[in-house]
């Protein structure tokens, strides 16, 4: 099963400090172990997003995020996992968990 890891913190891949990828590189080794990584990638900051939304017919854009929060999407995993315990395992162990927060959800397969 497949499980989305979106990984919220206050800090962006562009303020992290340099000396914490070894601690990244290190759970990617982890979590293509436990898991299969089908996608991962880190985001540029909320300033950088534009919100699309639709009201009777007509597409609004709005710059930045849709919600006013310091704690940001900074990037996400997405894992094939065995079960949704090997998710969260894997999801305690993100280097972000201790500063921020790790959603985990199930990806729906259509197949």
Request: net charge negative; glycine share 6%; charged share 25%.
């Amino acid at each position: 099963m497949k499980y989305m890891l979106l990984l919220f913190n206050e800090i962006t891949p562009e303020t992290m400090d340099p000396a914490e990828m070894p601690k990244w590189e290190a759970f990617g080794k982890e979590a293509e172990q436990k898991a299969k990584i089908t996608s991962a990638e880190a985001l540029h900051p909320p300033d950088a997003a534009t919100t699309v939304s639709v009201r009777d017919g007509k597409v609004i854009t709005t710059d930045g995020p849709f919600v006013d929060t310091k704690e940001q999407i900074g990037g996400f995993y997405v894992l094939d996992c065995e079960n949704l315990d090997v998710a969260i395992e894997l999801a305690a162990k993100v280097p972000w968990a201790p500063t921020g927060h790790i959603e985990v959800r199930p990806v729906v397969d259509f197949g």
